[in-house]
């Protein structure tokens, strides 16, 4: 069974930086497109990045683009988001998901709280 | 960006009871459409991929329908474990999109 565990989020003050990690078990990633989606306190889920099987094809949404920064590492299983500049409209709970016009598998998520 | 528009936002059924949920696109994205389940504190849960196909393991009381910008979502007999909100999702184009939710609650 394909399972994603992300980690990393925490309380961080805006303009702070922060690095999420998603583990994948039970599956090798490099077969899978991944993605980050977030959801907002009361809010719908929100798509924000996405990189392909070999990391040649990376996709952001505008609003976190120049300051959200995806990768992947395939030997270790493992998919990372990098973000910077953050602002207290990132507060959410962060997801990663495989796919790439669906997401099949998710993660439980990590809660990123920007505040000062 | 594609604006994906759900109704009704709430709903309030009895057991055993049709539901049907709509979302409607703002530009055509053909059968590029798929619905998700969410309980409270968990991930959202794929039901339904490419408007009308059944995920694996789903059960067959949930369907999808639809194609251009109109689409229907439905629990053919609304059992207690439904209780939870739905969102449609469209891959057309990028940023992918979600609609803003139906929450589905029992009467």
């Known amino acids: 069974e394909v399972q994603l565990v992300e980690s990393g989020g925490g309380l961080v003050r805006p303009g702070g930086s922060l690095r999420l990690s998603c583990a994948v078990s039970g599956a090798t990633l490099s077969t899978y497109g991944m993605n980050w989606v977030r959801q907002a306190p009361g809010k719908g889920p929100e798509w924000l990045s996405y990189i392909s099987s070999s990391s040649s094809t990376v996709y952001y949404e505008d609003s976190v683009k120049g300051r959200f920064t995806i990768s992947r590492d395939n030997a270790r299983n493992s998919l990372f988001l990098q973000m910077s500049s953050l602002r207290v409209e990132d507060t959410a709970v962060y997801y990663c998901?495989?796919?790439?016009?669906?997401?099949?598998?998710w993660g439980q998520g990590t809660l990123v709280t920007v505040s000062s | 960006d594609i604006q994906m528009t759900q109704s009704p936002s709430s709903l309030s059924a009895s057991v055993g009871d049709r539901v049907t949920i709509t979302c409607q696109a703002s530009h055509d994205i053909s059968n590029y459409l798929n619905w998700y389940q969410q309980k409270p504190g968990k991930a959202p849960k794929l039901l339904i991929y490419?408007?009308?196909n059944l995920e694996t393991g789903v059960p067959s009381r949930f369907s999808g329908s639809g194609s251009g910008t109109d689409f229907t979502f439905t629990i053919s007999s609304l059992q207690p474990e439904d209780i939870a909100t739905y969102y449609c999702?469209?891959?057309?184009?990028?940023?992918?999109?979600f609609g803003g939710g139906t929450k589905v609650e029992i009467k």
């Open positions: 999702q469209q891959y057309d184009n990028l940023p992918r999109t």
């Open positions: 998901a495989s796919g790439y016009g669906y997401f099949d598998f």
């Open positions: 490419d408007a009308s």
